[in-house]
Nanobody, 129 residues
Framework: QVEVAEFGGGSVQAGGSLRLSCSFS???????VAWFRQAPGKEREGVAG???????AYADSVKDRFTLARDNEKTTFYLQMNNLTSEDAGTYYC????????????????????????WGQGTQVTVSS
């Protein structure tokens, strides 16, 4: 069982930036990672994913503002969030599973909660105007 932990949430003013981190309890090879978010009263939605080959994919709502990256050891994954708006507020969850994911589920794999077996507890992002 891989334990997933998210870090980096917090409060920021609109237009500001945050970087979220996602770490695993053990080395995991060939995984894909996705970030989901859930605002109060709304459905959880996938916003970005990075496949086992390093190819990234983003929801239209965050494209050009959010960027995914991973460290060389592939044990920590990052979500850089820039130009944040109130629409970006919510609890952000990191999820992972064995890759490749796009080949198995299509390019929108990062929106499919059932594609991921390991989840973190979430980290809160608050955006104030």
């Amino acid at each position: 069982q891989v334990e997933v932990a998210e870090f980096g949430g917090g409060s920021v003013q609109a237009g500001g930036s945050l970087r979220l981190s996602c770490s695993f309890s053990e080395y995991t090879n060939n995984v894909c990672v996705a970030w989901f978010r859930q605002a109060p009263g709304k459905e959880r939605e996938g916003v970005a994913g990075i496949d086992s080959d390093g190819v990234t994919a983003y929801a239209d709502s965050v494209k050009d503002r959010f960027t995914l990256a991973r460290d060389n050891e592939k044990t920590t994954f990052y979500l850089q969030m820039n130009n944040l708006t109130s629409e970006d507020a919510g609890t952000y969850y990191c999820a992972t599973d064995h890759g490749p994911c796009a080949a198995r589920y299509g390019r929108s794999y990062y929106t499919l909660q059932y594609a991921f077996g390991w989840w973190g507890q979430g980290t809160q992002v608050t955006v104030s105007s």
